[in-house]
């Protein structure tokens, strides 16, 4: 069992208070008003999808094709080796643009227009870019406004493996 010094904990009493006193409620993410059609946004760092990411996103989800999970399956099929699921091809670049685009809060409205563009395979790294498509204030759901974005994921060669629009309701300012 791990105790704490009481002359430590006194110590740190001073900074916890100037943080607290310091700290102030930000909002994140951007709002309808930021989201102006032709706008593009280059989404953070990237991700590489490991074999790992791959086992474990296909048996969590119960995506049970053999061919993401199975090298003999995968090479019978064409493939070099096992293809990174779809699904989480998807999910990955569609996580990549969450900060900028709908962190801000609002409902998820939907996927249109996915296309799966090449095959994508473990220690590929994917990166994301979104244009503004539209955006138009909500009819029923006043302080809220509807932004569509087109949203491109490419691997590091800048080859392009995917794409979607997406549409959110996205909150106003004031």
């Given at each position: 069992?791990?105790?704490?010094?009481?002359?430590?904990?006194?110590?740190?009493?001073?900074?916890?208070?100037?943080?607290?006193?310091?700290?102030?409620?930000?909002?994140?993410?951007?709002?309808?008003?930021?989201?102006?059609?032709?706008?593009?946004?280059?989404?953070?760092?990237?991700?590489?999808v490991t074999a790992s990411d791959n086992t474990?996103?296909?048996?969590?989800?119960?995506?049970?094709?053999?061919?993401?999970?199975?090298?003999?399956?995968?090479?019978?099929?064409?493939?070099?080796?096992?293809?990174?699921?779809?699904?989480?091809?998807?999910?990955?670049?569609?996580?990549?643009?969450?900060?900028?685009?709908?962190?801000?809060?609002?409902?998820?409205?939907?996927?249109?227009?996915?296309?799966?563009?090449?095959?994508?395979?473990?220690?590929?790294?994917?990166?994301?870019?979104?244009?503004?498509?539209?955006?138009?204030?909500?009819?029923?759901?006043?302080?809220?406004?509807?932004?569509?974005?087109?949203?491109?994921?490419?691997?590091?060669?800048?080859?392009?493996?995917?794409?979607?629009?997406?549409?959110?309701?996205?909150?106003?300012?004031?």
């Amino acid at each position: 069992m791990t105790s704490i010094d009481p002359a430590a904990e006194t110590a740190v009493d001073p900074v916890v208070s100037r943080l607290k006193a310091n700290a102030q409620l930000r909002s994140r993410g951007n709002r309808y008003e930021d989201f102006e059609p032709g706008r593009l946004f280059e989404h953070h760092w990237g991700r590489t999808v490991t074999a790992s990411d791959n086992t474990m996103f296909s048996v969590l989800t119960l995506q049970y094709n053999p061919q993401y999970t199975n090298e003999a399956v995968a090479r019978a099929n064409g493939h070099p080796g096992v293809p990174v699921n779809p699904l989480l091809v998807f999910n990955t670049v569609f996580g990549l643009s969450v900060e900028d685009l709908s962190e801000g809060g609002g409902p998820f409205l939907g996927v249109d227009e996915l296309a799966y563009l090449q095959p994508v395979y473990p220690g590929e790294t994917l990166y994301a870019t979104s244009e503004v498509v539209s955006r138009r204030p909500a009819s029923n759901r006043a302080g809220y406004g509807i932004v569509t974005w087109h949203t491109r994921g490419t691997n590091q060669q800048g080859d392009a493996v995917i794409e979607f629009k997406r549409s959110n309701l996205v909150r106003m300012r004031g």
